[in-house]
């Protein structure tokens, strides 16, 4: 029986833009658009070489891969850009409540065993 290797050249290259996404999209950066780029390249390559695949007969292995990292680094990315801005939202939202703290009062209490006498400390800050 005759294998055929359709696909399989695009099928490489959607794996390594795939492997190469997922590292960069690990990367909590500001690189992310980088990752988007080379999923959506590793999933075009993965989809054309699928369908070539799929075609012929061949194997699909490397196809599935490359689509497979190629989605997971998007997902990351999509993950790490929204709980950036949350977290900054958050921020934000709190802000004003730090703001409206007029002043803050720190007292300390200090027990000397030895001589039972108490030291307290008082810090206010405006």
Partial sequence: MYSSNAGQN???LALV??????IVAIIPCFI???SVILGIIALI???ISFF?????NASTQ?????LILGIVAIVINIIWV??????????????DEINKIDSI????VKIDSASTKIITDSIQIK
């Fill in 32 to 34: 992310a658009f980088i």
């Fill in 82 to 95: 929204a709980s950036f801005f949350s977290f900054f939202k958050f921020l934000d939202s709190k802000q």
């Fill in 10 to 12: 695009m099928g490489i």
């Fill in 52 to 56: 070539q695949a799929k075609k012929n």
């Fill in 62 to 66: 490397l196809s599935k891969a490359g």
């Fill in 17 to 22: 833009f795939g492997i190469m996404a997922l």
């Fill in 45 to 47: 390559f993965g989809t």
């Fill in 105 to 108: 009062e720190i007292h300390t």
